[in-house]
């Protein structure tokens, strides 16, 4: 299984909704990540997950909240969002060592703030 | 910080011919990754890359990393319609402790 699947594949909220974006891979991988990606622009990392452990947080405003339950699940809680908010986050996973790279992505979230 | 440099920003090619295309840097990268974005979806992973020098192939994509670990390239050969997309190159530096950078991305199209 070399498959990053995320849910929900769209989503609209309002600025004071709470919602959660899941993700969940089997390839067992110890590193986990958060991107928000713009149209046309390239993935930005958020948060990255090494051994469910939060490792980097590239400043990323407190509305969103990660959680790793397991190694298997990443969790992106959202809460009083911005519609500045709106992009396709993407959930990506990888193995751990200086030759493992190789990051995999899943096909995003889809995010609309109103 | 590091940069990553793909340009031009756009690519028209007429189906069926080669296409090439570079990516940059001033910083010194020891992983080259080559991903294609279709529309509303994440990226797919491409080619990866590990030591300078060398030359990957998968299918009708050939990648090289650069010798000066400056440099990367993607080649598509005979080129389909299904080759549209948008092709980003990331890299990771040294240290850089699983942190890709990623260059703008290069969006191809393909005429029938």
């Known amino acids: 299984d070399t498959e990053v699947t995320q849910t929900p594949k769209h989503l609209v909220m309002g600025m004071t909704n709470k919602k959660s974006l899941k993700c969940e891979q089997h390839m067992g991988h110890r590193a986990m990540y958060w991107y928000k990606q713009k149209a046309k622009k390239p993935p930005e990392l958020m948060f990255v997950y090494s051994y469910e452990k939060l490792s980097i947080n590239e400043s990323v405003p407190s509305r969103f909240s990660p959680e790793c339950p397991n190694s298997s699940l990443l969790n992106l809680h959202l809460h009083a969002l911005q519609p500045e908010d709106s992009a396709l986050y993407l959930c990506a996973s990888s193995r751990l060592g200086l030759a493992y790279n190789e990051q995999f992505f899943g096909p995003g979230t889809r995010l609309t703030v109103l | 910080g590091q940069q990553l440099n793909q340009s031009p920003q756009s690519m028209f090619i007429q189906e069926g011919e080669d296409v090439s295309m570079n990516c940059t840097s001033s910083s010194i990268f020891n992983t080259w990754l080559w991903y294609k974005q279709d529309p509303g979806e994440g990226p797919v992973l491409l080619i990866a890359?590990?030591?300078?020098?060398e030359l990957t192939s998968n299918g009708r994509l050939t990648a090289q990393f650069g010798i000066t670990r400056k440099d990367s390239f993607l080649n598509i050969s005979a080129s389909i319609p299904s080759d549209v997309g948008i092709y980003f190159c990331a890299g990771q530096v040294p240290g850089a402790n699983s942190k890709l950078t990623f260059g703008k991305g290069i969006t191809l199209s393909v005429r029938p």
């Open positions: 890359l590990y030591k300078a020098g």
